[in-house]
């Protein structure tokens, strides 16, 4: 009982050789339909979750360097006041 191989059977409608199965490859026509959506699903997956993350990196990036900004710009408008950043933050 050995499996049946792919291709190199005998033309349909001529006896097998013997030892091996008739093969029908268009059985699997589906089922190669099938493999080839779920192929093309996960390589949409995957292409949204990394569109996504580099959104994500690029909006926290940006935020980095607003919070930069308004701690500069804090620290300069506390020292106009006479009060460092760290006396505040030791004040708190």
């Keep these: 009982a050995s499996a ?3 291709g190199g059977g005998a033309a349909e409608g001529e006896p097998a050789p013997p030892g091996k199965k008739n093969f ?3 059985q699997y026509k589906g089922l190669l339909g099938n493999i080839q959506d ?3 699903s996960v390589e949409d997956d995957r292409r949204r979750a990394k569109e996504k993350q ?3 990196e690029a909006r926290m990036k940006a935020s980095e360097a607003e919070a930069a900004i308004v701690q500069k ?3 300069v408008q506390l ?3 006479g009060r ?3 006396q505040l933050l030791g004040a708190t």
């Design 84 to 86: 460092s950043y760290q």
């Design 4 to 6: 049946p191989s792919l």
């Design 54 to 56: 580099q959104a994500l």
């Design 79 to 81: 020292r106009c006041a």
């Design 73 to 75: 710009e804090l620290s």
């Design 24 to 26: 029908n490859i268009k």
């Design 38 to 40: 779920v192929k093309n």
